[in-house]
Every structure is written in C-alpha cells, then in structure tokens.
C-alpha cells in the first residue's frame, strides 16, 4: 500500500509540473505600474528597477515624453511574442548594455530590445513563454500583471511576411496606473481565463497512468493478491480524481459549486484510502500468514493429529459434562 501511495504521489508531482506554467519573476509592490491600453484592450505591467534601474530609468523617461503614445504593433508571432516599435525620442533605451540583476526573458516579461545602436527607435516585447534564449539582446524591465489573455489574442492575429499584422493594432497610450486601477486590472486577471492548455495536457497524462494501472490489473489479477489489486484499484480511482481536478481547476472554467464537488470528492478519496488500510478480515479459507505462524510454533494438520479435542496438556479429560463427555458418563481422571 505504501509503494502504490508512493507512486500516486510521483504521479501527482509530474501531472502538477506539467500543468503548472513558468512562473514569472514579481516585482515588489513598492515598485511603479504602468498601463498600456491598445486599440484591443488593457494591459497591466509592473516595472522591475530593481532587475533593470538604468533601463527602467530611461523608460520613464520615454513614458513621460509621450514616445510610445501611438506605437505600433509591428510583429507577433503565436505563443510567443507581441513586439512595439515607439518613434525616437529623448531616452536611450537603445544602446544601453543588457541587465539582467534578477531574472531575464521569463513568461509574462516586458522587454527592451537592445541594438547596440544609439539612436534607434525603441523596440519593446511582451513574452508569452519563457524566452531565455532571448536575454542577450532583450532586457526585462518588468512583467505582465494583468491582460495575458488579451496579448495571447493578439499574437494570433493574421500575419503577412516577417510576422506584421495585416490589421493595425496601435499602443493608443501609456501611464502609471493608480491604485484603483490596479486593484480592478488584478480582478479582471484573477475572473478571466489564462489556460494555454498544459493542464488538459497534464489530466490527460494522469488518465492514460491510471488506464496503464487498470490494464496490469485486468492482465495479472490472477498473480495478484486481493489485497494488492485493491491496492491498484485505489491508485487507479485517485488518479482519476486527480485528473478531473488538474482539468478543473487549471482550465479556469470551475465555478464555485464545482469547487464544493471537488473538495468533497477529496474528502471522500482519503476517506477511501483510510478503509483500504484497515487490515482484511481472514476467512477460513485463507492461510495462516508468516506472522502467525512464527507466533505460534510449528503447526499440526487436525486431521492427522493424534490429540484429540476433549484432551487437556496432562491428559486429562475436561471434567465437566456436556463439553468431552455425554451427560451422565463417569468421570474419568487420568493420571500418572
């Protein structure tokens, strides 16, 4: 039971690690956020100083000159990238060598292409995926907070040559948010759906172990013992419960009373593993175990043994009647 437990937990850890995205770097709270608002929709960014100051530093620069007001969206490319052009302004944001004092090109960044040219027109990047092949030329000067789904529909939009929208998609303006916007972006991210699909990905993983268990069971049930294939049942039925969950709760779509079902269901899963560990009553078809014959000594076949039930250790016949003896028969004492 420990060895099946065990792999229940291997199992959960890969399906958990295949459904879980890379996480991206969060810059602290005291640092600034800024809001980009497309022709499409909102996006929600809070800039990291403290992984790139001097590229954070010029920006701010940019953003107050009013340099990426009317930029365009000039490449995409799906699961991948969004990538703006702004005109050329009074900040440096090209030309400056790469940062990177935390972390790089990870999910959700907001890069600075880096040409090497001062001068040029400063080229920003929003990430879908973790993009570390990118961090010799990009520098992350912050991470999407909130708008992953809107910037996921934008890399999809049609393409001619070279990744350009053939519709224009304009960055109409950018400024550091306020509280209140923050607080209502954060809750647009927390309601809207951000699954690319890994946690279907990972149910399914999980279900075709849980199928490979129940094909063991249906070809070796007659090797197995009782104890081990409801041992294997239990992991198959786990399994299964965990895959709906994975499914569930990764995809976004679970709504409150679906979450109540899965709890209970978890409840109902540990329930079940306690009453697998209760030892199995014996029958008296099941042979004595090692236990309990190392216990009690060698054991003797009833049938072939030559004592018999009425006799005592002595020898001695049990001396009330109606138990060795009929009613009315003399007592009979052996002795030595």
Request: charge should be negative; include cysteine.
């Amino acid at each position: 039971m420990k060895r099946a437990l065990l792999s229940i937990g291997l199992t959960c850890l890969v399906g958990l690690m295949i459904a879980a995205p890379c996480s991206a770097y969060t810059p602290p709270e005291t640092s600034p956020r800024i809001v980009v608002t497309t022709s499409r929709g909102t996006i929600l960014v809070a800039l990291a100083p403290e992984n790139a100051p001097r590229h954070v530093e010029q920006f701010l620069i940019a953003l107050a000159a009013g340099d990426f007001n009317g930029a365009n969206v000039v490449r995409v490319a799906p699961k991948f990238y969004a990538q703006v052009v702004a005109r050329v302004g009074a900040a440096q944001l090209s030309g400056l060598p790469v940062e990177r004092l935390k972390v790089g090109n990870l999910r959700r960044a907001f890069s600075v292409y880096d040409s090497g040219k001062p001068g040029e027109a400063p080229t920003l990047m929003f990430a879908l995926v973790k993009s570390t092949q990118l961090d010799p030329d990009y520098t992350s000067i912050g991470f999407v907070e909130a708008g992953m789904r809107l910037l996921a529909d934008i890399a999809e939009t049609p393409t001619t040559g070279d990744h350009v929208p053939t519709e224009p998609i304009t960055i109409l303006e950018i400024h550091v948010a306020s509280p209140t916007e923050r607080a209502l972006l954060r809750q647009s991210e927390v309601t809207s759906t951000d699954d690319d699909g890994t946690s279907v990905l990972a149910a399914i993983f999980i279900l075709a172990s849980a199928a490979f268990i129940a094909a063991v069971i249906s070809a070796f049930h007659d090797r197995l013992g009782r104890q081990r294939i409801k041992s294997l049942i239990l992991v198959v039925a786990l399994l299964s419960f965990f895959a709906l969950w994975v499914a569930v709760g990764g995809s976004g779509h679970g709504s409150g009373i679906v979450g109540v079902g899965l709890f209970a269901g978890a409840i109902a899963m540990f329930r079940l593993m306690g009453r697998f560990e209760r030892p199995m009553p014996r029958t008296s078809t099941d042979p004595p175990s090692d236990a309990t014959r190392s216990s009690t000594g060698p054991q003797t076949d009833v049938s072939t043994s030559a004592t018999k039930p009425g006799e005592l250790a002595h020898g001695e016949l049990h001396p009330e009647a109606g138990i060795d003896q009929a009613e009315g028969e003399p007592e009979v004492v052996l002795t030595k």
